[in-house]
């Protein structure tokens, strides 16, 4: 039977960034923005941790074989969040890829998108062609397709690369659904969300619970509180473990995880 493998995580310095990084690591010396949770191989899907002191530029992705890339379909799980904080999902209302394309130019599309007050425990999925952009003040955990493609409609005014002539053709121009209601699957589980590319639910265990998890595809467990073993190694909360195999799942204090697999 494949043993759990551990995934190291890979702090990447951004603008947006923060140095408070507690409880999830040591704090920073430079603003450090994601923790990217890698392994010797490449898995169908990346997990994140999100920090965030500023807004993230407004961007979107394509869906697969769109110019030739994989794509990248997200969800949001909201760990930590200042009060006023938000995220940006779509728009207020439908409008024109012309209008689109002129409010890039302008800035107003900052007052175009719909901006979304959040709270710790909320779900939010983004798939593919969603226009989006994640607030200052928050700490997320992101789940999404292995794929780094994005094109950005706006960025404040900092000096990166803007990519309307891709963004704007890809864009879906309607209202976003809002925050994920989740699905009750039995004492203490529930699927958050379920795609074509990944299924994500929330496990809770109070100490001494056990959860037998199946054999799944690139299957997942991201640990956001407590302690405990899986398929026999010790987690501990921050942590991310691929389980190749069946294997149990057990907490030595309450646990509250995150499974997450290719359906």
């Not at 960034?17 to 704090?27: E, I, K, M, N, S």
């Not at 994989?70 to 999902?89: D, F, N, S, V």
């Not at 002129?102 to 999925?125: C, H, M, Q």
């Not at 952009?133 to 397709?145: P, R, T």
């Amino acid at each position: 039977m494949a043993r759990p493998v551990r995934l190291t995580p890979s702090l990447r310095e951004r603008v947006w960034g923060r140095t408070r990084l507690a409880p999830w690591f040591p704090d920073a010396a430079q603003p450090t923005g994601e923790a990217w949770y890698l392994t010797d191989r490449e898995l169908p899907l990346l997990v994140k941790l999100i920090f965030t002191s500023e807004r993230l530029s407004v961007q979107v992705h394509p869906d697969d074989g769109e110019d030739g890339v994989r794509g990248k379909t997200e969800m949001w799980h909201i760990l930590e969040a200042e009060p006023g904080a938000t995220i940006a999902l779509g728009f207020r209302e439908p409008i024109s890829r012309e209008r689109l394309a002129e409010a890039t130019r302008s800035g107003e599309i900052e007052d175009l998108l719909n901006w979304v007050p959040v709270k710790a425990g909320e779900t939010y999925f983004t798939p593919a062609h969603t226009v989006h952009a994640i607030g200052a003040g928050i700490v997320l955990c992101e789940i999404q397709q292995n794929s780094d493609v994005t094109y950005r409609l706006w960025d404040y005014g900092r000096p990166r690369e803007i990519h309307v002539e891709k963004a704007v053709p890809i864009a879906d121009l309607c209202v976003h659904p809002g925050v994920v209601l989740p699905k009750v699957l039995g004492e203490g589980r529930e699927e958050l969300v379920r795609c074509r590319h990944f299924v994500t639910e929330s496990v809770r265990l109070r100490a001494g619970g056990r959860f037998q998890a199946d054999p799944q595809s690139c299957q997942l467990w991201i640990c956001l509180e407590g302690t405990g073993t899986i398929a026999g190694e010790s987690f501990r909360a921050g942590e991310v473990w691929w389980l190749p195999d069946a294997g149990e799942v057990a907490a030595a204090s309450g646990v509250r995880m995150l499974r997450s697999y290719v359906p």
